[in-house]
């Protein structure tokens, strides 16, 4: 069971008639949390090399691209395995949806920092971080429903 469903009863996602709204707030908050650790996990890796490459003079866009591409496979293996739960062994559709899922967040995390790169500077690291904030916002729910979403149990 992955540790973003240990306070769920039953496995269950949705909010049952009789659970409180409050209940149900704090039960989704606690599912994000090993989310969010994977992510300052994610971050580290993909920050450390950015700010490597802005440091030996690669411009943002492709400083970006490599700290993406460095924290790719870190990403796929402790989402799947940490905060979803998912074991056994990777399909290539599980794989693709994610590939995918990625590709989606960095669109838009390409487009937040195209944005604030014109206004603050190409080289910024705000600018830089405003975009990883974006992405995260697109990543989480679209890999929680789409790549490692939980088969309804009847």
């Given amino acids: ?54 440091a030996i003079g690669a411009d943002g866009i492709t ?21 979803f739960g998912v074991r056994g062994t990777i399909s290539h559709t599980e794989v693709g949806r994610f590939i995918a899922v990625f590709f989606t967040a960095f669109g838009v995390n390409m487009a937040v920092l195209l944005l604030t790169q014109s206004m603050l500077g190409e080289g910024s690291p705000v600018a830089q971080v405003l975009a990883v904030g974006a992405y995260t916002l697109v990543f989480y729910p679209l890999t929680r429903l789409f790549v490692f979403r939980r088969k309804s149990v009847a």
């Fill in 63 to 83: 400083a970006n691209i490599v700290g993406y591409a460095v924290a790719l496979t870190c990403s796929f293996l402790l989402n799947r395995h940490y905060v």
């Fill in 1 to 54: 069971m992955p540790l973003s469903d240990r306070n769920t009863r039953g496995g269950c996602t949705t909010r049952g008639k009789s659970e409180p709204l409050v209940s149900y707030a704090i039960r989704q908050f606690f599912r994000l949390i090993p989310f969010l650790v994977t992510g300052v996990a994610n971050s580290i890796v993909g920050f450390s090399t950015i700010f490597f490459c802005l």
